[in-house]
T-cell receptor
Framework: QKEVEQDPGPLSVPEGAIVSLNCTYSNSAFQYFMWYRQYSRKGPELLMYTYSSGNKEDGRFTAQVDKSSKYISLFIRDSQPSDSATYLCAPHTGGFKTIFGAGTRLFVKA | NAGVMQNPRHLVRRRGQEARLRCSPMKGHSHVYWYRQLPEEGLKFMVYLQKENIIDESGMPKERFSAEFPKEGPSILRIQQVVRGDSAAYFC??????????????FGPGTRLTVT
């Protein structure tokens, strides 16, 4: 079993839709749950992160972690064509090693 | 306030040649990571270094690949005798030391290696 599982998509939605991106993980020692966004032919950039369980909101983005079920979610409200990218979940234990999911490709159609 | 810099951005090598990829971390960051990304795949960890020290190279292929981060100058990922399977995007990231902050990594734009 992979440490982090993420549906690669692609996920195609109309502009304005609510997008739900998800990951599952197996290592209960993960404490930090990062989301990176990667545009085509660019390096990943940190979008947001949460520590332990709970929700965190930043503008149109909400990150959610359920440690009991080892489930990570990223919600995008009022999605825009500029949100079209690959989204990678990336949990880690607080040490140096971050495990990246395979990434979900999102397309938001105008 | 420059971010992580990588060069070259594109590199073409013939089979059997050597590839040298360079990475300069963000100012104030002393830790560097190298990742490989194949088309339509996620980031695969290769190596984690601090200046003059390899901390973890568990993701590095046993042969032909090496990495260094000298006291002065950029980190170098070296691939000797390249083969077509080495064609990929190689990303460098930097961070503060372990335990300082939440461990977020800042990525460079990547070097796209093509082996012909």
């Amino acid at each position: 079993q992979k440490e982090v599982e993420q549906d690669p998509g692609p996920l195609s939605v109309p502009e304005g839709a609510i997008v739900s991106l998800n990951c599952t993980y197996s290592n209960s020692a993960f404490q930090y749950f990062m989301w990176y966004r990667q545009y085509s032919r660019k390096g990943p950039e940190l979008l947001m992160y949460t520590y332990s369980s709970g929700n965190k909101e930043d503008g149109r983005f909400t990150a959610q972690v359920d440690k009991s079920s080892k489930y990570i979610s990223l919600f995008i409200r009022d999605s825009q064509p500029s949100d079209s990218a690959t989204y990678l979940c990336a949990p880690h234990t607080g040490g140096f090693k971050t495990i990246f999911g395979a990434g979900t490709r999102l397309f938001v159609k105008a | 306030n420059a971010g992580v810099m990588q060069n070259p951005r594109h590199l073409v090598r013939r089979r059997g040649q050597e590839a040298r990829l360079r990475c300069s971390p963000m100012k104030g960051h002393s830790h560097v990571y190298w990742y490989r990304q194949l088309p339509e795949e996620g980031l695969k960890f290769m190596v984690y270094l601090q200046k003059e020290n390899i901390i973890d190279e568990s993701g590095m292929p046993k042969e032909r690949f090496s990495a260094e981060f000298p006291k002065e100058g950029p980190s170098i990922l070296r691939i000797q005798q390249v083969v077509r399977g080495d064609s990929a995007a190689y990303f460098c990231a930097s961070s503060l030391p372990q335990g300082a902050g939440s461990g977020e990594q800042y990525f460079g734009p990547g070097t796209r290696l093509t082996v012909t």
